[in-house]
């Protein structure tokens, strides 16, 4: 589904990651963790087209994206519910899940039942059914949160990234984008997940890759990383996040 091989990446002449290699197999959750400044956003932004990679390769489904716009890998059916969310605050919640099905009512992407998949949204993050009619920039950091992640899902996307969802959100919040990233996974949909809370994205996810300073340092099933001494002591209480 995607596959990173050599990955490099930066900012003018900051180099932040060092060739990675991340693989995210279909109908799967990958979660990468690591402490702040380790690569974890820069890694999202350059698979997104957000940023252009300086070396490497990206591919979705068989197929090159490494150094295309943003909007085209978008097209081809990447999903990317960003850090800061960086939702349409003038905008209605309806309005900014209707703006995630864009490649859809124009023809990019198959366009599907749309109003069915507004409905399944609603159902999916309730509290967005309730507030449904309000301004963007009205909800709480917490409903924000989840606009942003199911304006992702309203793509209908072949892949989501999921780049710190639960970032500045109460405890509760936290469990609730859990649950529904849960059962997501449970209808299939194939995510690459960037946490802060390594021991919850472990619990989520099948498969874990460990970033230190701009490289992968440790791979692994996601069971088996829970267990890792060194992950342990390093991201699971040993030694904050």
């Given at each position: 589904m995607l596959s990173i091989k050599k990955l490099e990446a930066g900012y003018g002449k900051v180099k932040v990651l060092h060739g990675i290699d991340i693989e995210v197999p279909k109908g799967r959750v990958v979660t990468l963790i690591g402490s702040n400044g380790a690569g974890k956003t820069t890694t999202m932004r350059?698979?997104?087209?957000?940023?252009?990679?300086?070396?490497?390769?990206v591919s979705l489904s068989g197929k090159r994206i490494d150094g295309l716009e943003s909007h085209r890998i978008a097209r081809l059916g990447m999903a990317h519910s960003p850090e800061g969310r960086r939702v349409f605050p003038t905008l209605t919640v309806t309005d900014n899940l209707t703006l995630g099905a864009f490649p859809r009512l124009t023809g990019a992407r198959a366009r599907g039942d749309v109003p069915g998949d507004l409905n399944r949204a609603m159902d999916l993050f309730p509290r967005l059914k309730e507030r449904r009619t309000q301004l963007a920039g009205t909800l709480s950091g917490g409903e924000q949160q989840m606009l942003a992640m199911a304006r992702a899902v309203m793509q209908n996307p072949d892949l989501v990234l999921l780049d710190e969802p639960s970032?500045?959100?109460?405890?509760?919040?936290?469990?609730?984008?859990?649950?529904?990233?849960?059962?997501?996974k449970s209808e299939g949909v194939t995510m690459l997940l960037v946490e802060q809370f390594a021991a919850a994205a472990l619990n989520v996810a099948d498969y874990g890759y460990v970033l230190e300073?701009?490289?992968?340092?440790?791979?692994?099933?996601?069971?088996k990383l829970k267990h890792d001494p060194a992950v342990v002591a390093a991201y699971l209480g040993g030694g904050g996040h």
């Open positions: 350059a698979i997104s087209g957000m940023i252009r990679p300086t070396a490497g390769e970032m500045g959100l109460a405890p509760i919040l936290v469990e609730e984008v859990f649950r529904i990233i849960a059962r997501l300073n701009g490289r992968i340092s440790v791979h692994g099933d996601a069971e």
